[in-house]
């Protein structure tokens, strides 16, 4: 089973700025979807992007396209989310994930059961 950790998190003001990296140990993830999901109290976790292996296909939620960005580094065995123009509503823990069971897969889920493995979160806090 791969791990995943998630840093990068933090205390920002609206109209900030964050970078959320996520190291996998344990295994590959280069060649799978990873993506970044976000759980707010109160409210169900949901897919804030998502990646394919080769970085060719991408998903964003409505509420953070143009403003948030993935990325990954296959060689390095991370993935990043620059956070940009933050508002209070991206007050979340953050984590990410990778769905390790369809391997060279060109479509991304935004179904959580998809994704096998699971950061433990980084909280990001935006405040007004």
């Known amino acids: 089973q791969v791990q995943l950790v998630e840093s990068g998190g933090g205390l920002v003001q609206a109209g900030g700025s964050l970078r959320l990296s996520c190291a996998a140990s344990?295994?590959?993830?280069?060649?799978?979807?990873m993506a970044w999901w976000r759980q707010a109290p109160g409210k169900e976790r949901e897919a804030v992007a998502a990646?394919?292996?080769?970085?060719?296909?991408?998903y964003y939620a409505d509420s953070v396209k143009g403003r948030f960005t993935i990325s990954r580094d296959n060689a390095n065995n991370a993935l990043y989310l620059q956070m940009n123009s933050l508002k209070p509503e991206d007050t979340a823990v953050y984590y990410c994930a990778v769905d390790r069971r369809r391997e060279y897969f060109l479509r991304i889920s935004t179904t959580s059961h998809q994704y096998d493995s699971w950061g433990q979160g980084t909280q990001v806090t935006v405040s007004s």
């Open positions: 344990g295994g590959t993830v280069s060649t799978y979807v």
């Open positions: 990646l394919t292996w080769n970085s060719a296909y991408d």
